[in-house]
């Protein structure tokens, strides 16, 4: 598995939660890593990216302002998403990328991939 994600689970509309993911095997293969999301019936859409360094980021307009992407280093990176709303509800997935650009969100400019993991924003 090259990917694993961690953090999910139910959270109340308004609150918070922190997803992580860590990639294994040769670190050099994640120089873009990114998040993103599916619910049933609907295509996976691209949430966020950053870049290796972390100076580059790339957000969805649904979660700027809200969600915060951060790489901690070449192997693990952080989702922290805030004021979450019941549309954020979804199965969230780790990706990452041998290339560089963060500006590429199509799943398909993808190499990587983890499980996915739930997210629930519900009262």
């Known amino acids: 598995v090259d990917l694993v994600e961690s953090g999910g689970g139910l959270v109340q509309p308004g609150n918070s939660l922190r997803l992580s993911c860590a990639g294994s095997?040769?670190?050099?293969?994640?120089?873009?890593m990114g998040w993103f999301r599916q619910v049933p019936g609907r295509e996976r859409e691209f949430v966020a990216a950053i870049s290796r360094t972390g100076d580059s980021t790339n957000y969805a307009d649904s979660v700027k302002g809200r969600f915060n992407i951060s790489r901690e280093n070449a192997n693990v990176m952080h989702l922290q998403m805030n004021n979450l709303k019941p549309e954020d509800t979804a199965v969230y997935f780790c990706?990452?990328?041998?290339?560089?650009?963060?500006?590429?969100?199509?799943?398909?400019?993808?190499?990587?991939w983890g499980q996915g993991i739930q997210v629930t924003v519900s009262s």
């Open positions: 095997g040769r670190p050099f293969r994640f120089n873009v």
């Open positions: 990706a990452a990328r041998k290339g560089f650009s963060v500006a590429a969100v199509g799943s398909t400019y993808f190499d990587y």
